[in-house]
């Protein structure tokens, strides 16, 4: 594999991770904790092949990814900002009934209980797996300005002003008529619709939809977060880290010099070394966590 391709390849990798991480900084920022972002995705996959499928147009699959992972967010939300639950175990529920209601509908509408059949995707037909391909995916060019987008949000407009506000210091920002429930709603719903994409992405790059194709992405998105210490393009550099250790992973075991055991440890190795290395000196949002607004 040349530069090129491994360039390539590392793009195509990162855009789910992008993709997630941008949706979690979100939810992260105002003060609830992102450990759902692998249901929204496994949700927004399903919907998208979903959508897909019986539309014959990826168009409608994207969009009925972001209504799924919007709607397992609302209720991630309502849990824990309306109920008061605590956000880890909601957030591990979501996980559980993600993968759960996946395996029902799978089975349900396809009469299958591990992939759905093919569906539409936004592949350029001869364009192989290289840059032009990637060019002519929507949700590849998403991914990518996705991140500096979110980033202006957030440092550059009210609304993420009032993010930064509710996930630093709730109680203050109430004083000044900050409504922090209603952007809290706000920013955990957009954190789902956003991930949703990235599970979108997963299953119209593979054209159809493979039970747990998340894999753990969602997890490693919250890792990059981590990594990133709650910035955006800090995050997105940290997706890109983590897809260039997939790819090298990808590449090694074509090889076969290294056991392929080793060699499928490689990103989470990573990971764990990257969050070592941080997460003792990051200082995450103030209120992250909080079932108050105290």
Known sequence: MNAVDFLAQTLRIAVPYLLAAGGGVLSERAGLIGLSLEGYMLGGAFCAAVGSYYAGAPWIGVV???VGGGLLALLYAVSAIRYKADQVVVGIAINLLAIGLTRFFLRLIFDSSSNSPRVPGFDLKGSGTGFLALAHNPLVWIGVVGIPVIAWVLYRTPFGLR???VGEHPAAAASVGVPVVRVRYIAVVLSGMIAGLGGAYLSLDQHQFTDGMTAGRGFIALAAIIFGRWDPMRAGLACLLFAAAETLQIQLQGTQAIPSQFVEMIPYVLTIIALAGIVGR????AA????TSE
């Open 288 to 291: 992250l966590g909080r079932t």
């Open 163 to 165: 993010v930064r506000a």
């Open 64 to 66: 009925a990814a972001i």
């Open 282 to 285: 990051a200082r995450p949002p």
